[in-house]
């Protein structure tokens, strides 16, 4: 009752401020659309039993026409958007080695020096969560479950997005110096741990490159004329390595902004002019009310009110909204992709640009699968069928198709705009994440250490017990290694090495303590490049593999994410719990997996056709949400039972020393002091960093988490739901304030994201300069 009094309120109080345009044109696209409106006002509402039609499935041959030749294709994407990455790349690289002086470190081409601002964060994680699936299989669930679809779809997203910010928040905490997810495992639990997380964090980059791959190749193949697998994929490579191997993940979080910024103004361009000043051709399927006029009629699937398209009580919505949730958390947790965007911005400001990342993030899809997929119900509606078969429709077809049908040519750029982007900024943070699993949790731990016998608590460099709990605990045969930070020897070689015309391999290091290992990383540095190289180049006999299978986008967007659930918990233990051990991770992950494709098998054998017919049965609704439960519950339960049988945490002490091994990641060239030196000084830590000190240090960004994650979590799983899921089928003031508040979101969002993170960049780099400039005086004066 509350819900439905508080929605009148609402209601009464928005409708003051909408209008909509109620004359139009006849639509000329199908032939019988004259014949089907006379009228130009539209009723508020439509009697939802006056005018039921269900659309049959298209059987005839494809309606999608591609518009753009493959020779423009290959010009627009090599030299525009591959050549401006490029020229974007070496700005950053400059800047890295003229301003802040830090070009040489490896650690800086994984985590963009560790000083990102808040705004670019923000869109750079935006950017990263925009998958191309968002574009194309968000409208697929629209078409399939109505608004509600759509709407929990990306409420089950939004709220993994929401928790995210409280795990990096323990990773920062915890693990400060760590790169990679899997380091802190192999510092907690050993060797068999590690191999386990690396296993399951190379996955998931393989899963997700995989999904955005099928999805590009989708986009190329509805827009390019005469386009060849062989073309795609190479096409793919190109964008994926365009400009990561020269500046970094620093060089990401700048094209990210760029590749932010053009989608936003893609999708408000769309909107404009198709939803606000469409052309005379479009407005009877375009504007909002015809939209609703039309879609009213439809009968929608069994197991939403009254069979209607037009309402968020959804069966099958609600039940792919929790599927999502799991899917989505499970994925972004094992991602390591992720993982560099939280490690490259301080805690404070991740927590800060994660919220404004999901509120971000949460419009484009909602928006953009509303407006196209009521438009492609539209169009089909005047047909009386559906203008895409079942086939082309899981593939995610509807958004182009809808997007070069309203706008032509115009409408086939935009959508090449926004998918490439996705593709590009996702695409290269994976091969940034496998390339940084490689380097660090492959070669540089078990293929070729500095030190053969080093573990997780010794100094790297001189191979002592580093592993220090307190002041009192030292003794003669610790590590005493100064730190690189006051050498005087490694500010010369340093100075030598900017000056020096000689490749890095070549120069000899003065530095008799820290020398070896800088020539040590002078080596990964190359490795790290070759091993993106290789990376790329992967990309296109995985790409012509997948082409020879059955595997779609809707079966990798959403039935591979199933072997990534088991992980979730073991992962989050790892990083939070001081209990958690080896056996309990290692079991839990395995049995965990196990139990999650053993539901999915089962699930999926259920339906008709059985597992003859795999890729269709195993991603219906009960068997994802089984699989996904069962591995998430039993990896879970097995984990924190075997751990709380095995663990040796008796007192503070020992769960202070069960820290002490992650806080120990770091490298002594590029200490993680370095980029908490003022927090740091404000809580006078001393010599010894522990757990608690790092707790008092982000104490306010564990307050803004706890608070933004809740008041954002209390407005989309309490204050949304119980709106929506107030109102039976929706009127059409109420269908116009939907599609409206969404429209007007985005419009709100595209300012934000194109200005905000520019003035934030110049104003960091200026206050870099000056005090670059200060240093100098002050050497000289000395």
């Not at 909107?271 to 052309?279: E, G, K, Q």
């Not at 706008?407 to 994440?433: I, K, P, R």
């Not at 089962?602 to 609704?621: A, P, Q, R």
């Not at 009960?622 to 095995?646: D, K």
Request: glycine share 6%; net charge neutral.
């Amino acid at each position: 009752m509350m819900g439905k009094l508080y929605m009148v309120f609402l209601l009464s109080l928005l409708s003051q401020t909408y209008s909509e345009t109620t004359t139009s044109s006849p639509v000329h696209l199908p032939s019988n659309a004259e014949t089907r409106h006379q009228e130009t006002n539209v009723p508020t509402e439509i009697p939802a039993d006056s005018c039921k039609v269900k659309l049959s499935s298209y059987t005839g041959e494809t309606k999608i026409r591609p518009r753009i030749e493959k020779s423009s294709m290959a010009l627009l994407l090599l030299l525009g958007f591959g050549g401006f990455s490029l020229l974007i790349a070496g700005g950053y690289r400059a800047l890295r080695k003229y301003v802040y002086r830090d070009e040489h470190n490896l650690d800086t081409v994984f985590d963009a020096g560790g000083r990102v601002s808040v705004s670019l964060t923000a869109v750079t994680v935006t950017s990263q969560l925009l998958w191309p699936a968002d574009f194309l299989q968000s409208e697929t669930l629209t078409s399939k479950s109505g608004l509600g679809g759509s709407l929990w779809m990306s409420i089950g997203i939004f709220v993994d997005i929401l928790l995210f910010p409280a795990l990096s928040l323990y990773l920062k905490t915890r693990a400060p110096g760590a790169k990679t997810f899997p380091q802190i495992a192999y510092a907690r639990f050993g060797k068999m741990a590690h191999i386990i997380f690396c296993f399951i964090a190379l996955l998931t980059n393989v899963i997700v490159s995989m999904t955005v791959m099928l999805a590009g190749k989708t986009t190329i193949q509805v827009l390019s004329k005469d386009s060849n697998n062989t073309f795609i994929y190479l096409l793919i490579a190109v964008l994926f390595g365009s400009y990561c191997m020269i500046g970094g993940l620093g060089t990401t979080f700048y094209i990210s902004y760029f590749n932010t910024a053009l989608t936003f103004l893609s999708v408000s361009v769309y909107i404009l002019y198709t939803s606000f000043y469409p052309s005379s051709d479009i407005k009877d399927i375009s504007l909002v009310d015809r939209m609703y006029e039309h879609v009213i009629c439809l009968q929608g699937p069994d197991g939403n009110y009254e069979n209607s398209f037009l309402t968020f009580r959804t069966r099958s919505g609600l039940i792919y909204g929790i599927v999502l949730l799991f899917m989505a958390t499970s994925i972004s947790f094992c991602d390591q992709a992720n993982w560099q965007s939280r490690i490259a911005a301080k805690p404070s400001q991740g927590v800060i640009g994660y919220f404004l990342a999901a509120y971000l993030w949460f419009v484009v899809p909602a928006t953009l699968s509303f407006t196209a997929t009521m438009s492609y119900m539209s169009m089909s509606a005047l047909n009386g069928t559906h203008l895409l078969s079942e086939a082309e429709i899981d593939n995610g077809y509807i958004t182009p198709f809808i997007m070069g049908e309203l706008l032509g040519d115009t409408g086939a750029y935009l959508f090449l705009t926004m998918l490439m982007m996705a593709l590009m900024s996702t695409g290269s943070g994976e091969v940034m994440a496998i390339s940084s699993i490689i380097v660090y949790d492959i070669y540089k731990t078990h293929v070729n250490p500095f030190r053969k016998n080093h573990t997780q608590t010794s100094c790297i460099l001189c191979g002592k017990e580093k592993l220090i709990y307190h002041k009192d605990d030292q003794n003669l045969d610790d590590c005493n290694c100064p730190s690189s930070i006051d050498c005087g020897w490694c500010k010369d070689d340093l100075a030598a090495r900017l000056s020096s015309r000689e490749k890095t391999f070549e120069i000899h290091y003065k530095c008799s303590i820290h020398g070896k290992y800088r020539h040590y990383e002078d080596g990964l540095m190359r490795y790290k490049t070759w091993c993106m190289v290789w990376i790329v180049i992967g990309v296109v006999p995985l790409g012509l593999i997948l082409s020879e299978t059955s595997i779609n986008v809707n079966w990798t967007t959403l039935g591979m994410q199933v072997f990534t659930s088991p992980f979730l918990v073991p992962l989050f233990l790892t990083i939070s719990w001081s209990k958690a051990t080896a056996q309990g991770v290692v079991s839990g992950s395995i049995l965990g997996l196990a139990c999650s494709i053993a539901a999915m098998l089962i699930g999926g054998s259920m339906y008709e056709g059985g597992l003859d017919n795999f890729f269709v049965n195993t991603v219906k609704d009960y068997p994802l949400l089984s699989a996904m439960l069962s591995g998430f519950i039993s990896s879970g339960v097995i984990t924190v039972i075997v751990s709380l049988c095995t663990h040796q945490i008796r007192s503070k002490d020992d769960e202070e020393r069960e820290w002490a091994k992650t806080i120990n990641i770091d490298n002594p060239l590029n200490p993680f002091r370095l980029v908490y030196e003022e927090e740091l000084k404000e809580v006078d830590a001393g010599p010894i960093i522990t757990s608690d000190t790092m707790d008092r240090i982000f104490r306010k960004a564990k307050i803004v988490a706890v608070v933004g994650g809740t008041l954002s979590l209390i407005l989309f799983l309490i204050v949304i739901p119980s709106i929506v899921l107030s109102i039976e089928v929706l009127t059409l003031e109420q269908f116009q304030i939907w599609i409206r508040t969404f429209q007007y979101w985005c419009f709100g969002a595209t300012i934000l994201v194109v200005f905000l993170p520019p003035v934030e960049e110049v104003m960091q780099i200026r206050n870099k300069l000056r005090q670059n400039r200060a240093e100098s005086k002050s050497s000289r004066e000395m």
